[in-house]
């Protein structure tokens, strides 16, 4: 599975953004967004199993919305209220076992899309 990431750009404090992910195949039972801001670790964002449960980061809980679109193959996670702190490159992921906030339960990774919120 091939994950294409698009969606990233500048954006103000308190603006919003919606990231795509588009997948080479049918989308995975588990998909999510994982984000790495300069000179730190890479972090979980939100997850969506395929009953459309979500789990969320409690950074990003009520500001953040993951949503997948089965007959598309894509994935969405829209991005409201954003602050400086959410700057980082924002990865697609795709895996099978629920729940999880792990990287390493994730099978396959999209190349990344950044995001920059200036304040």
């Known amino acids: 599975v091939q994950l294409q990431a698009s969606g990233g750009g500048l954006v103000q404090a308190g603006g919003s953004l919606r990231l795509s992910c588009a997948a080479s195949?049918?989308?995975?039972?588990?998909m999510g967004w994982f984000r790495q801001a300069p000179g730190k670790e890479r972090e979980f964002v939100a997850t969506?199993?395929?009953?459309?449960?979500?789990d969320y980061a409690d950074s990003v809980k009520g500001r953040f919305t993951i949503s997948r679109d089965n007959a598309k193959n894509t994935v969405y996670l829209q991005m409201n209220s954003l602050k400086s702190e959410d700057t980082a490159v924002y990865y697609c992921?795709?895996?099978?076992?629920?729940?999880?906030?792990?990287?390493?339960?994730?099978?396959?990774w999209g190349q990344g899309t950044l995001v920059t919120v200036s304040s």
């Open positions: 992921v795709a895996g099978s076992v629920w729940p999880t906030r792990y990287t390493s339960a994730y099978n396959y």
């Open positions: 195949g049918a989308l995975s039972a588990t």
């Open positions: 969506i199993r395929h009953s459309n449960t979500a």
